[in-house]
């Protein structure tokens, strides 16, 4: 079994900005990307940003300029750095991790979910 842990969530106000971690643990072989999603009330989760193995990114257009996500390939870690935060970036912000087990079986995990509010 594989489980990601997210920290890093809080208030701030807008223009500031956050660090949001995220670690994963268990039963890994290999993990092919991580990221983070987020979700408003009643939506569907949308992803911001993903990073793989190799170390491609991708961002969701309305954090391009402002978030960066960084892996640690060897601590099995995802970071995510926000800057300039608008009000609009308030959510829960979930992080995920996609690969194998040691058992050979594909994995995506999901962590709990970490607030993150800006205020105006």
């Known amino acids: 079994q594989v489980q990601v842990v997210e920290s890093g969530g809080g208030l701030v106000q807008a223009g500031g900005s956050l660090r949001l971690s995220c670690a994963a643990s268990?039963?890994?072989?290999?993990?092919?990307?991580m990221g983070w999603y987020h979700q408003a009330p009643g939506k569907q989760r949308e992803l911001l940003a993903a990073?793989?193995?190799?170390?491609?990114?991708h961002y969701a257009d309305s954090v391009k300029g402002r978030f960066t996500i960084s892996r640690d390939n060897a601590k099995d870690t995802v970071d995510l750095q926000m800057n300039s935060l608008k009000p609009e970036d308030s959510f829960v912000y979930y992080c995920?991790?996609?690969?194998?087990?040691?058992?050979?079986?594909?994995?995506?995990?999901w962590g709990q979910g970490t607030q993150v509010t800006v205020s105006s």
């Open positions: 990073v793989t193995s190799g170390g491609s990114t």
């Open positions: 995920y991790a996609r690969g194998r087990d040691t058992e050979g079986r594909n994995f995506q995990t």
């Open positions: 268990g039963r890994i072989f290999s993990i092919n990307d």
